[in-house]
């Protein structure tokens, strides 16, 4: 049973790109969350998705920033126009869907490096 | 705003000393307390806590929860050198997002042979 698959694992772009992060959650999952890690910071929380809808998104920056869950596929973090203060790691955890727990698997992150 | 505090934030032991970690918190709807061990990689769970002074254990470690005096603490004895990570402490302060954690900025454990 593979566990939450994120892809890429580093990710450089230049000023003004545009960053996209995939996140497979483990099998049998239907709740996803981003969490951002900012260098010597602890891991802030993003998003909260369930298949094709976006439960709790009080985390994410207003702007620039979107997050999805479709039913097909996996979720994707997207980021548009990068600036240098979003250099940091992005992680994805997932929970089953009877979730009555805070027991998150994580994956192991996306490394983004803004040029 | 909920605020999870650790300490220390940096620790330096030889193996086979014991250390004991630090977490106290200030949320408004505590549900439970998580601690979880990040490597160079996927931060992976270590225990869970939800009612006060019941220890958890798992080999070396363990963990107990004061819901009283708003802490937790995360023991590791005969520590070795692959317990060299960083421990991050993590409450879900309730409301309808299960899975939304506000987390402590970790501390980081160093176990030189």
Partial sequence: NAGVMQNPRHLVRRRG???????????GHSHVYWYRQLPE??????????????????????ERFSAEFPKEGPSILRIQQVVRGDSAAYFCASSPPTATNEKLFFGSGTQLSVL | E???????????????DT?????????????????????????????????????KKSGRLSSILD???????????????????????????GGTSYGKLTFGQGTILTVHP
Wanted: charged share 25%; hydrophobic share 40%.
């Fill in chain 1, 17 to 27: 790109q545009e960053a996209r992060l995939r996140c497979s959650p483990m099998k």
């Fill in chain 2, 2 to 16: 909920d605020k999870v505090v650790q300490s220390p934030l940096s620790l330096v032991v030889h193996e086979g």
């Fill in chain 2, 67 to 93: 819901k009283k005096e708003l802490f937790s603490i995360l023991n590791i004895t005969a520590t070795q050198t692959g317990d060299s990570a960083i421990y991050l402490c993590a409450v879900d302060a």
């Fill in chain 2, 19 to 55: 250390v004991t970690l630090n977490c106290s918190y200030e949320v408004t709807n505590f549900r439970s307390l998580l601690w979880y061990k990040q490597e160079k990689k996927a931060p992976t769970f270590l225990f869970m806590l939800t009612s006060s002074g019941i220890e």
């Fill in chain 1, 41 to 62: 910071e602890g891991l802030k929380f993003m998003v909260y998705l369930q298949k094709e809808n976006i439960i709790d998104e009080s985390g994410m920056p207003k």
